[in-house]
């Protein structure tokens, strides 16, 4: 089956740097993808990793070791309006069909 | 540029009712299509996902249904709803082509009592 296993809450301070991370376990994997989602809202993309290393954009990164399973996504200098959830996911590609499976999100406060 | 458009925004609806969300994709074609759920304060779960017209794969055994009469446009159905059927149903699309972004609809939140 698949699984993804992220931290359910993780608070910080405004200015500071936070890591999420997230270990997965499926079969036909090839690539990881971060989204934030606000109270009441629709989840929005962030970055997407099909290769090891970091990939950076803005003051957000992500990262993935695919041998190990595991990646991680970067906040740096935390602004309050960081304050979501956020959802690892990977996709597969399994019997021909691609799909993409979520974790259970991780909820980040960050206080002043 | 693409859009996407998922309606209503909220429903409330009695146990043992039928149930029709709509999810209208505009700018592309050919996309992935996904419903997801979502309950209270907890991840997404993946309830259907499509990658052609009238190709279905259901990811849980549920008395919910999904049907892609066109291209750009996905179905969530019910014939009787569940109190256990309560909660936030987003439909999604994807180009398929391997940048795997994720492009959400507002959601529908659904309540059944």
């Known amino acids: 089956g698949q699984s993804l296993e992220q931290p359910s809450e993780v608070t910080a301070v405004e200015g500071a740097i936070v890591q999420i991370n997230c270990t997965y376990q499926?079969?036909?994997?090839?690539?990881l993808s971060w989204y934030q989602q606000h109270d009441g809202g629709a989840p929005t993309f962030l970055s997407y990793n099909a290769l090891d290393g970091l990939e950076e954009t803005g003051r957000f990164s992500s990262f993935l070791s695919r041998s190990d399973s595991y990646g991680y996504l970067l906040l740096q200098e935390l602004q309050m309006k960081d304050s979501a959830s956020y959802f690892c996911a990977v996709s597969s590609l399994m019997n021909r069909d691609d799909k993409i499976i979520f974790g259970k999100g991780t909820r980040l406060h960050i206080l002043p | 540029s693409q859009t996407i458009h998922q309606w209503p925004a909220t429903l409330v609806q009695p146990v043992g009712s039928p149930l029709s969300l709509e999810c209208t994709v505009e700018g592309t074609s050919n996309p992935n299509l996904y419903w997801y759920r979502q309950a209270a304060g907890r991840g997404l779960q993946l309830l259907f996902y499509s990658v052609g017209i009238g190709q279905i794969s259901s990811e849980v055994p549920q008395n919910l249904s999904a049907s892609r009469p066109q291209d750009r446009q996905f179905i969530l159905s019910s014939k009787k709803l569940l109190l256990s059927d309560s909660g936030f149903y987003l439909c999604a699309w994807d180009s398929g082509t391997g940048n795997e972004k994720l492009f959400f609809g507002s959601g529908t939140q659904l309540s059944v009592l």
């Open positions: 499926t079969s036909g994997f090839y690539g």
